[in-house]
């Protein structure tokens, strides 16, 4: 059994370690209270715009951009969100995972084919260590959200997608739903991915008016044979409800760079807002962890320190009776 002395040792150790992961877990808790307001502010908008301009792309024949059409994938690029620091649960080891099913779904292409931009310390040490190739370092962005950086990186990955030096781009970042929940999210970035919105209605909706993707591709051949057998017949949209002012070039050039850049920055604050809860909810359990080992503690302390004391009694008892 240990001595006194080394269990009063170990208490004073848990108790100083109860007292950081009781302050870290204040700390992380304010952290999270702002990063919470931030998302709840920027993520209707950021979803209403997205709802928008997806239900414009299906249900406009009209509205045709290099940003939503698919093609042979031989190039992928990854944008991968994690924290700078860790003692934050599993947050990391998660996107991580992730991070390398993703790269091993994609074999195929070979390493040097899939482009990972790392936001946060901990994704872009663990991709240097695997050998991936990684675009950039976004340490700083990590702890500091930055709007300009997003629409930077949003650009980059426009203008390689537009050129066809990425085939494909895909978000790896957890979703804020609670400050006990984080949700794992892959998401596709480019191209803009219509048919996830046109799956929210699957049943038969007369009410409805969103295209499908069968008819859009109707609409689109129907197009082009009439222009073949030189009609000038022209394709009616079927949605009447959207007014196209002053025409289609020039709203899908303003409103698809503002969406990816959104959609960018709408994830960035979603994982900052998990992180800090992953680490409030960490510290939490390594505090109640604590108070449990340190009762545990002074329960043995007690109990050693009662036989001590005892053992003593009975001596002086038994000295006095030979006396």
């Known amino acids: 059994m240990a001595s006194l002395k080394e269990i009063k040792g170990r208490i004073a150790s848990v108790n100083s370690t109860r007292k950081i992961t009781s302050a870290m877990k204040m700390v992380a808790s304010s952290k999270l209270h702002h990063a919470q307001v931030a998302i709840q502010n920027m993520l209707p908008y950021e979803t209403m715009l ?20 698919e093609r042979p994938v031989k190039r992928v690029a990854l944008v991968v969100y994690s924290s ?12 991580i995972k992730m991070m390398q099913k993703v790269v091993d779904e994609y074999a195929e292409l070979g390493r040097d084919n899939v482009e990972i931009y790392p936001i946060g310390r901990k994704v872009a040490e663990k991709a240097a260590k695997l050998g991936l190739k990684t675009m950039g370092n976004f340490v700083e962005l990590a702890d500091k959200p930055n709007v300009q950086e997003c629409i930077d990186i949003a650009k980059e990955l426009g ?3 537009r050129e066809g030096d990425i085939d494909k781009v895909e978000l790896i970042y957890h979703h804020f739903k609670s400050a006990g929940s984080q949700i794992l999210t892959r998401k596709t970035f480019l191209p803009i991915d219509i048919e996830e919105e046109l799956q929210r209605d699957r049943e038969r909706d007369l009410t409805s008016i969103i295209a499908t993707k069968e008819s859009q591709e109707y609409l689109k051949k129907r197009g082009t044979r ?17 007014i196209v002012e002053p025409d289609m070039d020039t709203v899908l050039s303003k409103l698809i760079p503002k969406l990816l850049h959104l959609m960018l920055y709408t994830a960035l604050l979603d994982s900052n807002a998990s992180e800090h809860a992953a680490r409030m909810v960490a510290m939490q359990t390594a505090t109640d962890n604590a108070d449990e080992l340190l009762r545990q503690l002074r329960l043995q302390y007690n109990k050693s320190r009662q036989q001590a004391i005892t053992s003593e009694l009975l001596d002086i008892v038994g000295g006095s009776v030979n006396n």
């Open 226 to 242: 009439n222009e073949d057998r030189g009609k000038k017949e022209e394709t009616k949209p079927l949605n009447d409800n959207f």
């Open 50 to 69: 997205e709802h928008i301009l997806k239900s414009f792309l299906a249900a406009e024949a009209e509205a045709q951009s290099v940003y939503d059409q």
């Open 159 to 161: 203008e390689k997608f």
């Open 84 to 95: 700078n620091s860790s003692l934050c649960g599993g947050f990391n080891a998660n996107v």
